[in-house]
């Protein structure tokens, strides 16, 4: 559970959610830090702060892209795999957090301006944000066990 501490670290070191759950989960693919923190900067405070979908949820979204996806396109079973995988990871943080959506998982409005700004006097984002991280990097751990000798097999091939 090492990456749910990097994760939770990154996020305190000024990263959204997004960044925080894809940069130590999914740093093995890109070149540098900087592209997984810059691939992920739209999605923090439910997605560019409009209230959407959890960064966190997000961030692991694209971790188990990375990790699961299929190219070229006509790839119909893997497309079933990556679509089983991630549908497994919202109902497991669904069922954790109750809900997917930041505006509903930090009780504030962050599509405004005002809603962001309660959100920031209220601590929202210290005090509950952790929690989805390590939550999110919890799960994405578990899930990422679970698949990735069978899905490794699948690329690769036996041996």
Same mark, same amino acid.
């Given at each position: 559970?090492?990456?749910?501490?990097?994760?939770?670290?990154?996020?305190?070191?000024?990263?959204?959610?997004?960044?925080?759950?894809?940069?130590?989960?999914?740093?093995?693919?890109?070149?540098?830090?900087?592209?997984?923190?810059?691939?992920?900067?739209?999605?923090?405070?439910?997605?560019?702060?409009?209230?959407?979908?959890?960064?966190?949820?997000?961030?692991? !979204?694209?971790?188990?892209?990375?990790?699961?996806?299929?190219?070229?396109?006509?790839?119909?079973?893997?497309?079933?795999?990556?679509?089983?995988?991630?549908?497994?990871?919202?109902?497991?943080?669904?069922?954790?957090?109750?809900? !997917?959506?930041?505006?509903? !998982? !930090?009780?504030?409005?962050?599509?405004?301006?005002?809603?962001?700004?309660?959100?920031?006097?209220?601590?929202?984002?210290?005090?509950?944000?952790?929690?989805?991280?390590?939550?999110?990097?919890?799960?994405?751990?578990?899930?990422?066990?679970?698949?990735?000798?069978?899905?490794?097999?699948?690329?690769?091939?036996?041996?």
């Amino acid at each position: 559970m090492y990456r749910s501490r990097e994760a939770v670290a990154t996020f305190e070191s000024g990263f959204n959610c997004a960044q925080s759950i894809l940069f130590p989960f999914g740093r093995q693919f890109f070149r540098g830090d900087v592209s997984a923190f810059r691939l992920a900067s739209a999605f923090g405070g439910g997605i560019a702060s409009r209230g959407e979908i959890c960064g966190a949820v997000s961030g692991s !979204l694209m971790v188990i892209g990375l990790h699961f996806g299929y190219s070229p396109a006509d790839e119909v079973s893997a497309k079933a795999e990556v679509r089983q995988i991630s549908n497994e990871f919202l109902q497991a943080f669904e069922q954790r957090f109750g809900d !997917l959506h930041c505006c509903k !998982l !930090l009780q504030h409005d962050l599509s405004t301006a005002e809603g962001r700004e309660e959100a920031k006097l209220s601590g929202a984002f210290q005090s509950v944000c952790p929690a989805l991280i390590e939550g999110a990097a919890t799960i994405l751990e578990e899930i990422l066990l679970k698949y990735s000798a069978a899905t490794r097999q699948r690329i690769t091939g036996p041996g």
